[in-house]
């Protein structure tokens, strides 16, 4: 058995070698990918289940490799945050999306993801805030969606610094909530806007009861805690139904619609004004 586990060891290092160059390839070639304007924003609308409208868009960044086409920001965020690419990229994103959301009317909130090396950049605070006022953007429109697994480390710098943005009047979401391991300790020290309900448990709402029961209980815990509710990834009606049933305010997912370009998000908010 020693001997087959070592043939085996030897049979994958060709494709080790390879997922290094690649992880490599792509690290390099994403220096200096934002200043060439190779990155794009999405926006996926964040509705309100009982009014059925859309009450915002989360931002999500894509990036189109000249040679190799679409890299997934599940693949280019962890690069972008090991080499601190993320602090630049980061603040295209944030740029990109508040101006963006000079688009749209007054009451319509731009979400956007933050990462861990952010929250502990000194400058961060100071940056949208000075974006915001530039673009004449008020704070309340923007909201700052962050993991609990970004708050792991330096978590006292991070809370810090999501003191500073509450201050500010920006809104703030706990992303992936139930994902990780610390999420009640954080709910009980920072006071969170919004919880995200991982798309993991709203998937397996229909068939598995643990799921469902899961996402009854954050709504319930939510509810108390005064924090408004969104379930991610709802694909189907019956997901939706669900979820609604059990106190879920708002939701997102393929349902409602994909991550949609600029004009097509606009297209969404002028095709519900005139309903
Ligand atoms: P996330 O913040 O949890 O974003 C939601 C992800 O779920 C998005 O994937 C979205 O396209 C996908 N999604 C939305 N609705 C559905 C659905 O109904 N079904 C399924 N199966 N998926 C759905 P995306 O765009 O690939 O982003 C992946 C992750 O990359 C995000 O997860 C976020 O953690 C990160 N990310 C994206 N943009 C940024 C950014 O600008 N900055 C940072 N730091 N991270 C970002
Ligand atoms: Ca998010
Ligand atoms: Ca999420
Ligand atoms: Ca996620």
Not at 67 to 84: C, K, N, Q, W, Y
């Amino acid at each position: 058995a020693k001997v087959a586990g070592r043939g085996r060891a030897t049979e994958f290092q060709p494709e080790m070698k390879q997922a290094f160059l690649d992880r490599h390839r792509l690290q390099n070639d994403l220096r200096g990918a934002v200043e060439r304007g190779e990155h794009r924003l999405q926006f996926q609308p964040i509705v309100d289940l009982q009014a059925d409208r859309t009450l915002g868009f989360e931002a999500l960044v894509r990036w189109d490799h000249p040679e190799l086409g679409p890299v997934p920001p599940s693949r280019f965020i962890p690069l972008a945050e090991e080499s601190g690419l993320i602090l630049d990229l980061g603040r295209w994103v944030l740029r990109e999306a508040i101006s963006t959301a000079r688009l749209w009317s007054e009451d319509v909130f731009i979400a956007v993801n933050i990462s861990a090396r952010q929250l502990t950049d000194a400058d961060l605070v100071p940056f949208i805030s000075a974006t915001l006022a530039d673009l004449g953007v008020p704070p309340r429109r923007l909201e700052i969606e962050i993991t609990e697994t970004a708050l792991v480390d330096n978590d006292a710098i991070a809370i810090r610094t999501l003191r500073a943005l509450r201050d500010l009047g920006c809104r703030i979401a706990l992303d992936d909530f139930g994902t990780g391991y610390a999420s009640l300790s954080y709910l009980q020290r920072f006071h969170f806007d919004k919880l995200k309900i991982d798309r993991s448990f709203v998937e397996s709402c229909r068939v598995d009861e643990n799921s469902s029961a899961i996402i009854a209980a954050v709504c319930a815990l939510a509810r108390r805690l005064r924090l408004s509710v969104v379930a991610e990834g709802i694909e189907t009606a019956d997901h939706r139904v669900f979820v609604a049933e059990v106190g879920c305010g708002l939701g997102q997912g393929y349902l409602f619609d994909r991550p949609l370009t600029q004009g097509e998000a606009l297209e969404r908010l002028a095709r519900e004004a005139n309903l």
